[in-house]
């Protein structure tokens, strides 16, 4: 897929300019991803250097006098960052992005869409004039940063902080599913950000990391919905999401082709290496700018292709994109070698002696290092030049990985490291080594975090093991060992995980409690008189109602993994006619948007979600996303009716009628065979992965948008 990548890059046309660029039609805008901000925070060396980009990142917003600071996820590298990780953050943003400077990009959407529920502040922060906002950051979540937990406010993440403290705003949150039938009922709906300057309007959408079976699901089968105005077409539309691009597994990514051609632009967080420059997707219309993370939080390849950000300007239906390298990353190069074929090329290299070994390895890294240090200096040099301060060198990160099939003694190397204290920013794990075998060594490049890799697999090192395996692979080989008695071992491996990854505390008491009471509710159920049962067959009844929550279970967790063609085809009729429609057009007021004098618009829907009385319905409907609790669930529907009456005219959404090419794009088999049966097993992960849309449906506008639906058809399939 990356060579197939590659090459279409190599064919790619320049990338797109603007032609007459006008400053006052023009929108400025900073594009950057993946801060990770907390990553290695307690190396001694590298614990700021995360911190440190952001800062440099919030300096270039303000050096190139940007409307906007635009994030697609992964802010911060931890779900729950610690203290020192939001001081920090939330100082800089105060520092860098609050300030006299006017805001030139009018906000034609509902300040009040996705605000915090049950509190009068908008959700936008410079609509908001306890706030004297000069660069208004917009941010998705990552998979890094995502909502967890299940509090009274429902799940919060990270940057929901920042957006109640007005820092930030938080677009593209996605809702977990409360109630049991949701996540099979519901898609993913996008709400945009409305945006304009001069005469560019800028259409913000923005979809925050989702599982990526979750997400194929959705996508394939046509449940992501995105509410675009009616003039969609007037409008620069950038989608921002966090998802895999490159494929790790079956459908485990996004493909590229994936989305509506009504977007201009996506955005592509969570890959780090940087592929800023737009590249063009075969057949489609948009491109594709992948900024790359910020920081380096692997030694692979990727992260070490030089760092950027973008200015990125967008005028009318016109963009250009200059990318602007980052100075404080640290420098970091990486090699292989085979200790074999390095021996059959060089006399001094003896392979017996651990001594003459070492001496070879050190002269590699030093090599290593001076290539480090001579990048850095050029950079900087350049910077200077460019009319910028000299920034003293940091410390390089190098990484030297070893093959050393074949070689029987090596040194260890965390000792071989302590030679380059002081010379280098990772010292302790400069070396890897790792012997090829059968299996890997055709593949060649090593996938991390094979989900299938083992722990007794004799094949690898220790050191092997755990850089590629899995926690949640460790825990469900330890449980399947175990055999609970209750409990299936897929869904505590999952709590687990969420424990673990997530640094949720309450993940596996939520899950025992969750699948203990449904599983006590299956043996209600069985219809037998309990005065006639007897331990046998409670052990019975007990063992079959398990089996049939974990099978529920995996089918759930399944969902997305295609399987038996013959069964897909019936059911893909059944998805399509359910719920087939990834863009609907939603007329969000646009005709009002051609007016010079839009405040008409804003007091109107103000008032019509009364923006005076917080608690009253207005903020729970603008806000499904937050605060949205298993009570309030049951509300849902009665809001829906209320939503019906009070949008119907401004939004609508409806099931459409026929597949897109993006059903095509992901033609293997969709199959939704569990729709009944899963209603437990979806209530038993919902801390890890299921979600629910906003929970508008527009029914009586169903059939006007199904004829807009088709027009959208068929702009799609040429
Ligand atoms: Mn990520």
Redesign the pocket.
């Known amino acids: 897929m990356s060579d197939y990548a590659q090459s279409e890059h190599e064919v790619a046309p320049p990338p797109p300019t603007i032609r007459n660029a006008f400053a006052d039609d023009t929108i400025r805008i900073m594009l950057a991803t ?1 801060n990770h901000i907390g990553y290695l925070e307690r190396d001694p060396i590298r614990g700021q250097d995360s911190i440190n980009t952001f800062r440099e990142i919030l300096q270039l917003a303000v050096k190139h006098d940007v409307d906007l600071i635009l994030l697609a ?2 802010l911060f590298h931890e779900n729950r960052p610690s203290r020192d990780c939001l001081y920090q953050v939330m100082a800089l943003l105060r520092e860098y992005t609050l300030g006299d400077r006017p805001i030139q990009i009018e906000l034609l959407s509902d300040a009040n869409d996705g605000k915090a529920s049950g509190y009068s502040f908008p959700a936008v922060n410079y609509e908001d004039p306890n706030f004297n906002v000069a660069i208004p950051v917009f941010s998705i979540h ?3 940063d995502d909502p967890q937990g299940a509090g009274p406010e429902g799940a919060l993440c990270a940057l929901d902080m920042l957006s109640v403290s007005g820092m930030i705003n938080y677009m593209g949150k996605i809702d977990l599913p409360m109630g049991e039938g949701d996540a099979q009922n519901s898609g993913i709906a996008i709400r945009p950000v409305l945006l304009r300057k001069g005469n560019t309007r800028l259409g913000l959408y923005g979809v925050g ?1 989702v599982k990526d079976q979750r997400m194929h699901f959705e996508l394939r089968s046509n449940r992501v919905r995105m509410f675009m105005p009616r003039d969609k077409d007037e409008w620069f539309n950038v989608l921002l999401l ?1 998802q895999n691009r490159v494929p790790h597994g079956p459908q485990q990514s996004v493909p590229e082709g994936m989305f509506d051609d009504s977007i201009d632009l996506v955005v592509w ?2 890959e780090h290496d940087c592929r800023i420059v737009p590249e063009p997707v075969a057949g489609k219309k948009y491109y594709i700018t992948q900024p790359g993370s910020s920081v380096a939080t692997s030694l692979a390849e990727g992260e070490s292709v030089e760092k950027h950000v973008a200015l990125l300007k967008i005028q009318g239906k016109e963009f250009e994109l200059t990318p602007l390298p980052l100075r404080t990353v640290r420098p970091f190069v990486l090699d292989e070698m085979h200790l074999m074929e390095e021996a059959e090329l060089n006399e001094s290299l003896n392979l017996e002696d651990r001594h003459s070994i070492t001496k070879y390895l050190k002269n590699r890294v030093e090599a290593l290092i001076a290539k480090a240090n001579s990048e850095w200096d050029a950079r900087n040099a350049k910077a200077v030049k460019e009319g910028d301060d000299e920034l003293s060198r940091m410390l390089p990160i190098v990484r030297l990985k070893v093959d050393t099939t074949g070689v029987s003694e090596m040194q260890n190397p965390v000792r071989f490291g302590q030679e380059f204290q002081g010379r280098l920013a990772n010292p302790r794990d400069v070396l890897i080594f790792h012997r090829a075998r059968a299996a890997t060594r055709k593949g060649a490049k090593i996938v991390a975090d094979k989900p299938e890799l083992s722990i007794d697999d004799p094949g690898m090192t220790t050191a092997e093991k755990l850089s590629r395996v899995r926690v949640q692979t460790l825990v469900r080989e330890y449980l399947a060992a175990q055999e609970l008695q209750l409990l299936g071992e897929t869904g505590m491996s999952d709590a687990i995980e969420t424990f673990v990854d997530k640094d949720d505390v309450h993940a596996i008491q939520n899950h025992v409690n969750v699948a203990l009471k449904s599983l006590m509710k299956g043996v209600q159920a069985n219809g037998k008189n309990p005065e006639e049962m007897d331990e046998d067959d409670l052990d019975d009844i007990v063992g079959q109602v398990r089996e049939k929550h974990i099978k529920e279970y995996d089918d759930k967790r399944q969902e997305g993994r295609s399987k038996s063609k013959g069964k897909s085809k019936s059911t893909n009729e059944e998805s399509d006619a359910s719920m087939d429609s990834m863009m609907l057009d939603v007329d969000a007021a646009a005709s009002d948007f051609d007016e010079p004098d839009s405040d008409e618009q804003r007091p109107k829907k103000k008032s019509a979600t009364s923006a005076r009385a917080p608690a009253k319905k207005a903020p729970a409907k603008k806000a499904p996303a937050k605060g949205r609790s298993k009570k309030k669930a049951a509300d849902s529907e009665e809001e829906e009716e209320q939503d019906d009456d009070d949008e119907k005219e401004e939004e609508e959404e409806a099931p459409k009628p026929k597949r897109t090419n993006r059903a095509a794009v992901l033609r293997c088999a969709c199959q939704t065979s569990k729709k009944a049966p899963a209603k437990r097993s979806t209530t038993s992960k919902q801390s890890t992965l299921s979600f629910t849309p906003s929970g508008r449906t527009a029914r009586a506008a169903a059939s006007r948008a199904t004829k807009k639906m088709a027009k959208a058809v068929e702009l799609d399939s040429d």
């Open positions: 993946d996820g992964d990552g998979n890094h990391n966090h967080g969570h």
